[in-house]
């Protein structure tokens, strides 16, 4: 007897121990949990989670003596549920109630097991031929039919509730129908951390959807700090291209031409201009006739033509000068006769 007491002692310090030196302490229900998979669970999480399983009164006993050096504590001991079993970490609660689901497995449920969650039978075509298995689904609460043959399933229908019992029949149908609603592997009920009890239901967070719910919370925040004015290293680029926007538009609106808005005022201009011509009926379509293309052979033949002008003219400036050296010689002769003395011409005429 006193050997018993001693070892109830002596787990029951060493339970308190381990609440006052972890900061996360965690209730597990350890109920269809099988052995092999179990020392799995142990292994993988040796080097982060120290995990301890003992007699319901046992621990409670424990958490009473802790609760003065950890306020609150105390109301980890409703969770203590099933085959309850402790554990303690410095892990962020989350991320190990992440890691536990990740590493359970499915299940075919049995008789007299708690169901984990409502157990769903949608409705849809099944494999079953018309017979005796349309009054074994009824028994479950399922509405059926026959179609094509086979027997269908009418209607959704929830046939064992979450914490229910699962009886034998609905586990036959359950089996046979190839749904495995039992999750093998620890679950976490609650977890302690700094007073504040974090139950399953808020432990179990969609990754996937809080990703999704930051960003759309980080855009809503953007458009708001942009709408609003208020600069940060974030929204202040997208308020200046905003203000440039804006000063561009009512710079267009009130035709004030710069480098930025003459190409836009003068798109602008046209288009007036085309719908004023469109009400005064003008066609600004028109055109002037093309001109006659010169074909190359042509042109050839035009610059042939051209160039003997040009030559032609040195001669004909050089022509002048000619014909004034012709009329200046017999000027000379003339005068030359003028001057022969009166003497010559009369021995001349002798």
């Known amino acids: 007897m006193a050997h018993i007491v001693e070892y109830k002692t002596r787990v029951v310090d060493e339970f308190t121990k381990l609440i006052k030196e972890y900061p996360i ?5 350890m109920e269809n949990m099988p052995s092999p998979q179990l020392q799995v669970m142990r292994a993988t999480l040796r080097d982060t989670v120290v995990m301890k399983m003992s007699k319901r009164r046992l621990m ?4 009473e003596k802790a609760k003065k050096n950890k306020p609150g504590i105390e109301k980890i001991e409703e969770y203590l549920k099933g085959m309850p079993a402790m554990i303690f970490t410095k892990e962020n609660p989350f991320k190990l109630y992440s890691k536990l689901k990740k590493s359970k497995s499915s299940a075919p449920a049995k008789a ?12 849809g075509p099944t494999q079953f031929s018309p ?8 028994a479950c609460g399922l509405k059926t039919g026959v179609e094509n043959g086979k027997v269908a399933i009418k209607e959704d229908a929830v046939v ?21 609603p039992m999750e093998v592997g620890l679950d976490l009920v609650a977890v302690y951390e700094d007073g504040v009890i974090y139950t399953k239901d808020i432990l179990d967070i969609d990754e996937d959807k809080f990703k999704q719910d930051l960003q759309n919370a980080a855009t ?3 458009n708001l700090a942009v709408e609003t004015g208020y600069p940060t290293k974030d929204s202040i680029e997208l308020m200046l291209g905003k203000a440039f926007n804006d000063a561009k538009g009512l710079a267009v609106e009130q035709e004030i031409m710069c480098d930025t808005t003459a190409e836009l005022l003068l798109s602008k201009a046209e288009a007036q ?7 005064a009926n003008i066609d600004l379509t028109k055109k002037e006739a093309p001109k ?4 190359p052979a042509e042109k050839a033949e035009e610059k042939k033509q051209e160039q003997p002008k040009e030559k032609a003219k040195p001669e004909a400036e050089q022509k002048p000068e000619a014909k004034e050296e012709v009329k200046e010689a017999p000027k000379d002769e003339v005068k030359k006769e003028e001057k022969v003395p009166d003497s010559q011409k009369q021995e001349g005429g002798n």
Not at 112 to 123: C, L, S
């Open 273 to 279: 201009a085309k719908s004023l011509a469109g009400e």
């Open 160 to 180: 064992v509730k979450e914490g229910d019992e699962i009886k034998a029949n609905v586990a036959s149908v359950l089996t046979r129908l190839g749904i495995e």
């Open 25 to 29: 302490v965690g209730a597990i229900n």
């Open 220 to 222: 809503w925040a953007l």
């Open 292 to 295: 006659p293309e010169v074909k």
């Open 112 to 123: 007299g097991q708690t169901a984990p969650k409502d157990i769903i039978i949608n409705a």
């Open 131 to 138: 017979g005796p298995v349309i009054s074994e689904l009824g």
């Open 60 to 63: 409670r006993i424990a958490i």
